[in-house]
């Protein structure tokens, strides 16, 4: 899909270490990082062959290579920790690929069709997450409407936001990553003929058509309150890019 | 009141669902809260316990659109629709107590019937909006079901779950309106009290 995976694939390998290689190869015991990283790969593998509720830690214990001792040694907290850091190091890696995945785009539009579009491809390609919806709906479906999804709204605003940072104030940001978050969450639960979150032009069909004009207006009227912005979405105009996030106007909206 | 016998046993399993929850009604306790044999249940909902919870469903979603209806009816412009149906919708859900009850015992029976099989739902906000749209003269190249197809998604996703907006707040609900909804929809700029 884009020409510097391995670059993504590195970057992964530091945030949560060495995942596939450390998982296909039954090393001996390490650092418990590296134990931690197994057992996390090995529940997570159990996950996608039987789900949350038939995985044991005996399981998670065989899959990871080392005992059932060492597992809670490990994740005191039995299988619940288990899982607690199977879905924080899935998070981490899907955040660290879409960290990759917009940092590469150079205007707004392409920031936000490059994170939605890497967002939709890895949980529609998630194995595990496949086989819970398919399986036990119970455990994913909270997170994707009422109670839990406000939850990821609140992680995956508060993450893209600052992607956004060159073209628009921190409010402003907050607000878009959240309506982009919104756009794709609808599409997983709701599929639409026509509309295929994982092409990158379906996305960009859909981000021309909806979000760039509501940031238009967005800008247009933070402009006639009395703080003047260049048009985020004028690419010829775009903010030279900063390493922190502006923060150049409160919004209203809190 | 004169109820038909389909229509009483619609009451009488909601009464359940409200006391036992869904996973844990049956049949047997519908025909016994709606004073009727379980041959007669049976005879409405031939495809017997599932049946008799999905139409429960159906039934308080569309009593919700009956009310929502009532609620916007006499707007005057597409915004204040959009604004009084995002704020009555969130309230809804919030009061609705059988709803939040089910929400947090039997997420993984309710769930399915809200997110994976919502183009029920994004149907019928959108068929709901059609009237409203007609009346507008849309974006070039826009088209009705397109309009209501996205706004009937994005209304979805903030009554189930408002993040960090407040839509008991007039002005927030004027803003999500004015800047996520319409700007891509209407030919014309949406009008609106909602600051940035």
Known sequence: MRGRRGECDSYEAALVGSSRASAQRRVPIGPSGTQRVRIVDGALRCLVRQGVAKTTLDDVAREAGCSRATVYRVFPGGKEGVLTAVVETEVARLFSALGVAMGEASEIEDVLVAGMTEAATRIGGHEALAYLLENEPGVVLPYLAFGHMDDVLIASSSFAAPFLGRWLDHDEARRVAE??????????????????????????????????????????????????QPDPTDSSKGREPTTSTPTIAKGEAS | MDETPRQRILEATYSCVARWGLSKTTVEDAAREA??????????????????VDAVVSWQHLKFFATLYEEVHGASSLEEVLERGLAFARRAVLEHEVLQMVLRTEPGVLLPKLTVESNRTVALISGFLVPYLQAEELAPGM??????????????????????????????????????????????????????
């Not at chain 1, 509309?195 to 967005?218: A, C, H, K, M, Q």
């Open chain 1, 179 to 228: 309506w982009a978050t919104r756009i794709v969450v609808s599409y997983i639960a709701c599929p639409a003929e026509g509309v295929d979150l994982t092409d990158i032009e379906s996305v960009r069909r859909l981000v021309r058509t909806f979000v760039i004009p509501g940031i238009r207006t967005l800008r247009s009227s933070t402009a006639a309150s009395g703080v003047s």
């Open chain 2, 35 to 52: 004073g009727l044999s379980r041959a007669t249940v049976y005879r409405y909902f031939p495809g017997g316990r599932d049946e008799l």
């Open chain 2, 143 to 196: 088209s009705i079901h397109h309009a209501a197809d996205f706004l009937a998604r994005m209304i979805l996703s903030y009554i189930s779950s408002p993040g960090h907006w407040e839509l008991d707040d007039p002005e927030q609900v004027a803003s999500l309106v004015r800047f996520e909804l319409l700007p891509g929809v209407l030919r014309r700029p949406p009008v609106g009290t909602g600051g940035g």
